[in-house]
């Protein structure tokens, strides 16, 4: 089955990030040889000084087809690696979902792009908490963390929404000219496409900017582009402000 893990608000004893708690767990899924997951991504909320968050406040999500078998001691995992992990202060959150066994799925991603545009409250996130396909959890502190865990996990089943961690490197840096087909072959990146969300061919070039960030868009792991306005190359990758929708 396919499942949409995500964490809000769980930071580490030792400094670590949500984003490493959430490969975490992507990692034992596969070492247990349970299944295998996605790279996790990172999903811009709404961030407001009653959610702690002022300027950034983002969650964590990734998909991964598992055995039906290994869920509970997957979530059982979750659970116990989030909390004991997290700093004094933190307020974790974790979500599970299951579109395949929800009764409306359209129920929790409207939810999600409520909390990735405004105000959500955690009374708000804890009415899916016994909705069939959905398994929430408070971890620590006030638990409020899983008003952004299930935003994350209806984020991430829409298939087009989340950035993923790291800078993408191609070639020898920055201004670097790589056509499509050498960023799709070298990295795993599985398309290419400008803001207007149209595709862009493999015998394109693309100038490498400083901080190449990838994106999720019709569930693939996508390089956003703008014209250069001049004829070669044709494409920049986009800058971080230009993701932000993201």
């Not at 190359?233 to 993201?246: E, Y």
Request: with cysteine.
């Amino acid at each position: 089955m396919k499942i949409f893990v995500a964490i809000d608000d769980s930071r580490q004893l030792d400094g670590g990030k949500a984003g490493e708690t959430a490969s975490l767990l992507g990692k034992f899924i596969e070492e247990n040889g349970w299944g295998r997951s996605s790279i996790p991504s990172r999903h811009r909320l709404y961030p407001h000084p009653d959610t702690a968050c002022k300027k950034h406040n983002t969650a964590r999500s990734f998909s991964a087809d598992i055995g039906e078998q290994y869920l509970a001691d997957f979530i059982d995992y979750a659970c116990r690696l989030v909390r004991s992990t997290g700093t004094p202060d933190s307020n974790a959150g974790l979500a599970v979902a299951i579109p395949e066994l929800m009764e409306n799925p359209d129920e929790l991603i409207e939810y999600a792009y409520r909390a990735k545009e405004g105000l959500v409250s955690q009374d708000e996130a804890l009415k899916f908490k016994n909705k069939p396909g959905l398994y929430l959890f408070e971890l620590n502190g006030s638990g409020r963390g899983i008003i952004g865990a299930l935003a994350g996990a209806g984020l991430r089943i829409t298939g087009n929404d989340g950035q993923f961690r790291g800078k993408l490197q191609i070639g020898t840096g920055e201004d670097y000219i790589a056509s499509v087909k050498e960023i799709i072959d070298k990295s795993y990146v599985e398309q290419v496409k400008n803001m207007d969300f149209e595709n862009i061919s493999d015998s394109e070039y693309v100038r490498m900017g400083e901080k190449v960030k990838i994106v999720l868009l019709d569930n693939k792991y996508t390089l956003m582009v703008f014209p250069t306005e001049i004829e070669y190359p044709k494409w920049q990758t986009s800058t971080t402000h230009m993701l932000r929708v993201f």
